[in-house]
């Protein structure tokens, strides 16, 4: 790792200010991912995804010198940026979309492996996506992208204790549904079909 | 995750987001999203430099100036019941013309001001005042001239009531 992929954000945003593209470029390529994880879960979309990374580096853009670091880290300020803009494309498309698109097989070599993690993955990922944004968006954050009870009480603007509450019940909704599908699967067809 | 098991609790869930996350850590934006990213910060860049640089800071402070005016002035109107705050209105129309903003002002307004465009309307003022917009009606001939800078989603960026109907031409 050279010393410019080694600096700061704050070095980097500050050398940005001063017109240095590599440095933009450089906080693109450290904080893309997980804003890109964070909106495909939030939006149930890869195309509406990479739109969020898009709309969240150009408002970077337009308001680098209004980052304060004080306020907490870049990531957090992105995750924020991404939720407000996540927010607002779901209200204009009116529907989320399905997470079916299974684009993570790769890397597994068996195809009967990845039949299995490709199944539970999409299991999980369709009951993460039916709870309420309140409580999906907190075990987003906490659970898949590992931010800690503060970083996420940033992002979303609430208390601490308000973080905790909602992952608390966001995990247990998020179990019963899980309780459900898989009551569901042991039934037999004739039997799944008169609960359904 | 036991999924045939009904029996789960709060540690399986919990373990099966960390076992998803394991499963996301290789996704990322396409590549395409980086270059457009990159392309904006480039125009960025090029509409911030060279010699223009500060008569674009002076017209971009103009539109800020003329909207604050005009925000007054609509205050004024919505607050009084006497109908005309000509003078204010014409200052607001006055202070930008109705030339195309400045590139650096049009990169604020929208990160691609190539697609921008500018949409001028004659409208009724009755019809504004029926929206909930009310506005003064300087000319007294019930009509109110406007101009909006469109983005290629349709959806306006700016909006300003201009002063007269010469502008409209």
Redesign the interface.
Known sequence: MDATQASSDEELIERALR?E?EA??LL??RH??PV??FA?AMTGSSSL??DV??DV??TL??DLGRYDVARGALRTYLFGIARNIARHKARTVRRLLSLTEI??W??IDDPAEAFA?A???L???RCLSALPSRYREV?VLC????LDYAETATVLGVPVGTVRSRLHRG??M??ER??QR??L??LTPAAKRCVI | ??????N???R???D??????R??E?????PH??A???R???A??AASIGPRRGSQARALWAVAASFLLAVGASYVWVRSDVPVVATQSTDAGVAVGSSWPSDEAL??LD?DPASLQIVRLRVASATLSAQGYPVSDPDGDGTVDIEMIVGADGLARSVRVTASATQMN
């Open positions: 017109g593209r933009f470029a693109y390529g893309q991912a890109y994880r495909r995804a990479e990374v898009q580096f150009l853009m337009r684009d993570d790769a890397g993690v199944q539970e993955t299991q999980l990922r075990i659970d898949l992208q590992e995990r247990q998020l179990l899980l309780r898989a009551g699967r042991s | 995750m036991k999924q045939d098991d009904v789960l609790n709060e399986d869930v919990r099966a987001l960390r076992a998803l996350a499963a996301e290789h996704l990322a934006a396409r999203v980086e457009a990213v990159m904006a910060w480039d960025s860049a990169v604020w990160p």
